[in-house]
C-alpha cells in the first residue's frame, strides 16, 4: 500500500494552492551569498523523511554533510525540524526561493519551478516511468508522468539516473546524463548486532531485502 497509495494521495491535489496557499506570506528567506553554497530543495512528493529512507533521503543527507543548507518540504510536518543535517519543513515559506538547487524525481512538480529565481534543476530518474501507470488511469494525458518528463529533461542543467539500464533508455533525451548508482552506506552495517529471536538458523549466509513492497515487486525472484 505504501508508495503506490501515498502517490495516489499527493497527485490528486492541485499543488499550487496545496503547497503555496493562499493569502501566505512570500517567504523572505535569503539566498546563497558570494562564495556560499546553494540551498538544495527537496520539493514535497509522497517520501516521508522519517518512513522508509531511500534515494532521496540518501542524497540530501549527502548534500548537507558537504557544506550545503539542506531542505526537505513535506506538508504533513507539524513544525520545521533539524534532522541529520537535513532541515525538514512543512512549507515551500520555510525555503529559500532564490539561487537554490531543486532536487526533483517527480516531473509533474515542474509547475513549481517558476516559484524560484534562478533554480538549478537537477532531474534524478530513478526509477522505471512506467511504475506511475497504474495510478494514471483516471488522469488525462497532461496530467500524466510522461507528459512532464520530456519538458523537466529540458529544463535540468543535471539530469541523474540510478542504473545503466535507465542511462540507456533516456541518454537520447539527455546525452549528457550522469549514472549515479544506489549506493550502501558502509557504517550502518559495520558494528554486529544479534539476530531476531524469530530468524530460523541457518548456519550459512543470510540474504536480505531492504526496500519496498509493492505490486511492481518481483517476488518470484527473491524466492
Do not use: C
Not at 16 to 24: A, K, P, Q, W
Not at 76 to 94: F, K, Q, T
Amino acid at each position: 500500500r505504501g508508495p503506490r497509495a501515498n502517490r495516489r494521495t499527493v497527485r490528486a491535489m492541485p499543488l499550487r494552492s496545496r503547497l503555496v496557499g493562499t493569502g501566505r506570506q512570500v517567504p523572505t528567506l535569503p539566498g546563497p551569498g558570494p562564495g556560499e553554497l546553494r540551498a538544495v530543495v527537496y520539493l514535497p512528493t509522497w517520501a516521508r523523511w522519517d518512513g522508509m529512507r531511500q534515494r532521496p533521503q540518501y542524497l540530501m543527507k549527502a548534500f548537507a554533510a558537504a557544506g550545503h543548507p539542506a531542505y526537505f518540504v513535506d506538508p504533513r510536518e507539524p513544525a520545521a525540524r533539524d534532522v541529520d543535517g537535513v532541515r525538514v519543513v512543512p512549507s515551500l515559506g520555510d525555503v529559500p526561493r532564490s539561487g537554490v538547487i531543486l532536487l526533483v524525481h517527480f516531473a509533474p512538480l515542474r509547475e513549481l519551478f517558476d516559484l524560484f529565481d534562478d533554480p538549478v534543476v537537477v532531474y534524478d530518474i530513478h526509477d522505471d516511468l512506467t511504475i506511475y501507470h497504474p495510478d494514471e488511469t483516471d488522469l488525462p494525458k497532461a496530467r500524466r508522468v510522461a507528459a512532464h518528463h520530456g519538458p523537466v529533461v529540458a529544463m535540468a542543467d543535471v539530469t541523474i539516473v540510478s542504473l545503466d539500464v535507465l542511462g540507456e533508455r533516456h541518454r537520447s533525451e539527455a546525452p549528457d546524463l550522469i549514472v549515479v548508482e544506489n549506493g550502501v552506506d558502509s557504517a550502518s552495517f559495520r558494528a554486529p548486532t544479534t539476530a531476531p529471536h524469530d530468524m530460523p538458523g541457518t548456519g550459512g549466509p543470510i540474504i536480505g531485502y531492504h526496500g519496498a513492497l509493492s505490486y511492481w515487486f518481483d517476488f518470484d525472484l527473491i524466492d
